[in-house]
């Protein structure tokens, strides 16, 4: 399926809740186009053997293995609220679900039934300016990471989506200093940000620069 020709506000809307042949085509997308910053956002988790991984939106599941990778025996639990998105990822990541090594659940993130405490690690790439309640959501992610869990938000930048127009179409692209705010109020602490540059590939054609902030906060 050619994305580029999709009317930017059915894109935007697809990459925030994939649907359907056009959400399948989407995930696809994202699984290409976000392995660069997804790989960069999980170093700055500073992942430990065993650690307990919460990933908010994993898409088709296609990068989870290459997270399991980063540490030995990870215990990795992703949710993602399309059903589109749980259907693709359960069936490519089939082996791993039966082997007990994953855990994935259909759940928003301001309301995930987890206990307190449940995690060690937790980690959304391009997902942030989706969620309806950033505030609530930020709450949540401190409720289930352990007193000394880390967080990492990937996002692009307020520069990077000055220069592409879907972002006009729902996207809520956040300043550093406004993030780093809410995750204080949210409770996190010890917030810092650094960027991540890289040449990713245009709908339409050809590639170009993108920068992301990486803003990495202890619970």
């Known amino acids: ?10 894109l935007a809307r697809q990459l925030g809740h994939p649907e359907g042949e056009i959400g399948k085509a989407v995930g696809e997308y994202m699984s290409a186009n976000n392995a660069g910053v997804s790989a960069a956002a999980w170093r700055r988790l500073g992942l430990q053997p065993r650690d307990r991984v919460l990933e908010i939106g994993f898409g088709n599941g296609k990068l989870i293995p290459a997270l399991l990778a980063l540490q030995p025996d990870l215990a990795y639990t992703g949710i993602d609220i399309s059903e589109t998105m749980m259907a693709e990822a359960k069936a490519f990541n089939r082996t791993l679900l039966e ?3 994953i855990d ?4 928003s993130v301001d309301a995930m039934p987890f206990p307190a405490g449940s995690f060690d690690r937790a980690v959304a790439v391009n997902g942030h300016y989706f969620w309806p309640d950033l505030p609530r959501a930020l709450g949540e ?7 000394d869990g880390v967080l990492v938000l990937a996002g692009i930048t307020p520069e990077a989506a000055a220069t592409l127009p879907i972002v006009q179409h729902g996207f809520r692209v956040y ?18 940000a650094e960027i991540h540059r890289e040449l990713t590939q245009r709908l339409e054609g050809g590639r170009h620069e993108r920068s992301y902030s990486l803003v990495r906060a202890a619970a």
Do not use: N, W
């Not at 399926?1 to 059915?10: C, G, I, T």
């Open 104 to 107: 994935l659940k259909l759940a």
């Open 141 to 147: 992610l401190h409720r289930v990471l352990r007193a």
């Open 175 to 192: 300043d550093q200093p406004r993030l780093e705010e809410m995750l204080r109020r949210a409770g996190f602490r010890s917030v810092d």
């Open 1 to 10: 399926m050619d994305l580029s020709k999709l009317d930017l506000a059915v």
């Open 99 to 101: 082997a007990g090594r």
